[in-house]
């Protein structure tokens, strides 16, 4: 899969270090993966909630972080899907949004 906005990853990271790690490992599980429905990210990530058919609430570190993005499957003639990350923050900042709307990266 191919992560949009990737930057916005490494950058909360940098703010919230314990977060740095365990996103890290998100995006590389991500990459490797070649998801063609909700179903394959489920079973590559069991912490994973749909909240639409195309967005997806990961926990991230044990629960203690919030991830939203949104999904465009690999399906042919695609070869690659593409994953846009859309929101990621803590519980209290994930509390204070819309998931099915938010678009603020």
Known sequence: M?????????EFGRRHAAADRALREWAVRTRRGQ???MQDVL???ANARPI?????VFNIKGNDYRLIVAV???????AQGHVWIKFVGTHAEYDAI????????
């Open 35 to 37: 998801w063609r429905n």
């Open 52 to 56: 639409s058919d195309e967005r997806i």
């Open 98 to 105: 819309d998931a099915l709307t938010v678009d603020d990266y």
């Open 43 to 45: 079973a590559a990530f």
């Open 2 to 10: 191919h992560i949009v906005k990737t930057r916005t990853l490494v």
């Open 72 to 78: 465009l499957f690999a399906e042919p003639p695609r």
